[in-house]
């Protein structure tokens, strides 16, 4: 069966940098998009990128670019999302979600709190 | 601020229906599927519905999507209490070139 495990909770200064892991199994993690959404206390779902595990390719949320980088490791099946410049805004449970064939996402990780306070 | 518009709300008792209402633009929803997933507490989001009208084994028949143009419904017949959640609809959009979820829908039941 598909399994998305994700990193474990942050907490984080303002200003600082957080990497969030996502491992994959149970599929042929190169054939399928990885997309990353995140839900801030209060707020709705929010789509923030997406990768290509297979070539690396990336599309990003325009309000995203230039502060967050997905990268993928193929070897261990795992991607990466990387968000800089940290503010308290950026609070939020994070998540990995595999898409299906037309931008569904049919799995997804179990989610990752990172909390930015001073 | 998201490209797909959803009620903030809707309720209805126990064994009613419901309609959840999607509406956005012939960059995403017109010419893309559209997908609905529900959010429970504490949970992570489930994907209910996919390319439009489609199930996920484990969606129950009660469950059910449409499109029409640029807007997209989900109808939830038989409301049961474990119904009570957050619904949101996805697709992507051409224009942006990224994916787009709805600002997503509270559902109570009576």
């Known amino acids: 069966q598909v399994q998305l495990v994700q990193s474990g909770a942050e907490v984080k200064k303002p200003g600082a940098s957080v990497k969030v892991s996502c491992k994959a199994s149970g599929y042929t993690f190169t054939g399928f998009h990885m997309h990353w959404v995140r839900q801030a206390p209060g707020q709705g779902l929010e789509w923030m990128g997406r990768?290509?595990?297979?070539?690396?390719?990336?599309n990003y949320a325009q309000k995203f670019q230039g502060r967050v980088t997905l990268t993928r490791d193929t070897s261990i099946s795992t991607t990466y999302m990387d968000l800089t410049r940290l503010t308290s805004d950026d609070t939020a449970v994070y998540y990995c979600?595999?898409?299906?064939?037309?931008?569904?996402?049919?799995?997804w990780g179990q989610g990752t709190l990172v909390t930015v306070s001073s | 601020q998201s490209v797909l518009t959803q009620p903030p709300s809707v309720s209805a008792a126990p064994g009613q229906k419901v309609t959840i209402s999607c509406s956005g633009s012939n960059s995403n929803i017109g010419n893309n599927y559209v997908s609905w997933y529900q959010h429970l507490p504490g949970a992570a989001p489930k994907l209910l519905i996919y390319e439009n009208n489609r199930r996920p084994s484990g969606t129950p028949a009660r469950f059910s999507g449409s499109k029409s143009d640029t807007s997209a419904t989900l109808a939830i017949t038989g409301l049961q209490t474990g119904d009570e959640a957050d619904y949101y609809c996805g697709t992507w959009d051409s224009s942006l070139s990224g994916s787009v979820l709805g600002t997503g829908t509270k559902v109570t039941v009576l």
């Open positions: 979600a595999r898409e299906g064939s037309f931008d569904d996402y049919t799995d």
């Open positions: 990768i290509t595990p297979n070539s690396g390719a990336t």
